[in-house]
């Protein structure tokens, strides 16, 4: 018995040197292994809970950089126009509200034309360059193309505003200051006027990234070129040679501080002279002269007097008696309603045109002329604010910018026709000079700009929609925005 006794432990010792458990040995064993692998499990657990979760803040990290980022905002615009182009069309086939832009069929038309061989001018109410149906012939074969094409422009125009700022130093380059450069740029690109109107068939981007191009061109001393994109500018629109004054001036601001210097001495002319001619301001408005003419020449010798009528003639007479936004909408709606009056002489517009006129001259040459202006940096306090002790009206630096959206909202406030189109020809120069204009106007008056247009809204609905003679209560609508676009433009010009 002893020596089996003794023969079984041995046994056992020797199973347990060769690694094998046996009774509470196994048993120990069992549990010491058992920890293990839970202690193993709950590590492998964790290292990938905490993965999981790195990998999450990568992703939202990454999201929140595009998101601030100028690329990942740009690619987001890209997107909604290509949403919106789609949902357009998706909307003129199913609802009862087109999406599309009555201006696009028009547009889409001439082009038709032109592909056939014929005027662009067999379209009624075509009243453009030949050119833009040129521009449009694949609209032929692909319907939305030209829709793409203003989207584009959209997007090129938000990509020149950012350069632009940075040459203007406006907002320096820098990682403190990325949020601020980015402000602009979200309001152009995801603003109701220019991500609809662009993706409704409206081709005002077009000359949006001229006139953009243009100011930079020339901030660049760039002239020549300037001039040739000045002119094919003004050629497209008419409207933009409203402008020409404040370049002129622009150009000559080296004469324009040598004759403050010497304003008491020289007379009134020649102060003005010196202002106004300068070598710079010579080469643009000849180059830019004969690129107009020669452009001209071209569409007349093309489609005869017809151009010269709907492109340009027209819509220096043109009197609009349906709905808009212009304060001369009711009595020119009167006047086409009274037969008797119908051939009578149109004093109305003609006073309202050259109050127009009157009001962009005064800008431009106040603006322009040291009176109006970027803050120089020697007039800045320690904060980087405006010094109120230093600063005086010559102190104020001539900027393109600047005036050209005080003139645009005094030249669509005055126009005989405003449509919401309109609006995007000063959105650019005030995402350009944001940060100037919100603090020279009123905060009462940027919040009653919207309201103003949310209320014109709601009668042309009630007119266009429901049928309702509410052209009294428009006209009283449109009295209340001009009203407000004139205490903006006083806060602007600071008559």
């Known amino acids: 018995m002893t020596e089996e006794k003794k023969t079984e432990t041995e046994t056992e010792t020797e199973r347990e040197r060769e690694g ?127 829709k793409v094409l203003f989207a584009v422009c959209d997007i090129l125009a938000a990509v020149m505003m950012l350069r632009e700022r940075e040459e203007a130093g406006v907002v320096a380059p820098a990682a403190a200051t990325q949020r601020r450069r980015l402000v602009p740029l979200l309001i152009w690109l995801f603003s109701p006027f220019t991500a609809t109107i662009s993706t409704r068939g409206s081709g005002e981007s077009l000359v949006v990234c001229m006139l953009v191009g243009m100011v930079l061109l020339l901030e660049k001393g760039r002239v020549v070129t300037g001039a040739v994109v000045y002119g094919l500018a003004v050629h497209w629109r008419i409207f933009p040679i409203v402008y020409a004054p404040a370049v002129l001036l622009f150009l000559g601001r080296k004469n324009m501080n040598k004759a403050r210097g010497a304003e008491r001495r020289s007379s009134r002319l020649s102060t003005f002279l010196a202002a106004y001619v300068s070598v710079k301001g010579v080469v643009f408005g000849l180059v830019s002269a004969a690129v107009f003419f020669a452009l001209g020449a071209a569409m007349h010798g093309m489609y005869g007097r017809e151009f010269l009528d709907e492109t340009y003639l027209y819509h220096l007479t043109r009197v609009d008696p349906r709905h808009n936004f212009s304060f001369f909408f009711y009595p020119a709606y009167l006047r086409m309603s009274s037969v008797g009056e119908a051939g009578g002489r149109d004093w109305l517009s003609t006073v309202f045109s050259l109050a127009g006129l009157a009001v962009q001259a005064v800008i431009a040459d106040r603006m322009m002329r040291g009176q109006g202006g970027m803050v120089d940096d020697d007039d800045r ?47 650019c120069w005030f995402c350009l000079r944001l940060e100037w204009a919100t603090a020279h106007v009123d905060r009462r008056w940027v919040v009653a700009w919207p309201v103003a247009l949310a209320n014109w809204l709601f009668w042309a609905y009630l007119l266009e929609f429901r049928g309702l003679p509410v052209h009294l209560f428009i006209w009283i609508a449109g009295i209340f925005w001009f009203s407000v676009n004139a205490a903006v433009l006083h806060g602007l010009v600071q008559l």
Not at 41 to 51: I, P, S, V
Not at 129 to 142: D, E, G, R, V, Y
Request: a negative charge; proline letters at 5%; aromatic letters at 12%.
């Open 20 to 146: 094998e458990p046996n009774g509470a040995s196994s048993t120990m064993a069992g549990t010491t292994t058992s920890g293990t692998s839970r202690r193993r499990a709950h590590a492998t657990k964790g290292t990938t809970t905490t993965t999981t979760t790195r990998t999450s803040d990568n992703v939202t990290s990454n999201l929140a950089a595009a998101s601030t980022s100028p690329l990942g905002i740009i690619f987001l615009a890209v997107v909604v126009r290509i949403a919106l182009i789609v949902f357009g069309s998706f909307q003129d086939a199913h609802a009862e509200v087109p999406y599309t832009d009555i201006d696009y069929q028009v547009y889409s038309d001439a082009a038709r034309f032109v592909c056939e061989g014929e005027t662009p001018y067999a379209r009624s109410t075509y009243r453009y360059t030949p050119l833009l149906a040129w521009l449009l012939a694949p609209n032929c074969i692909f319907p939305s193309y030209g």
């Open 381 to 427: 306090d320690d904060d980087g604010d405006e010094d109120d002790n230093n600063l005086n009206d010559h102190d104020r630096q001539p900027d393109l910018a600047m005036t050209f959206l005080a003139q645009s909202i005094a030249f669509v406030a005055f126009n005989k026709v405003s449509t919401a189109q309109y609006f995007v020809w000063y959105l």
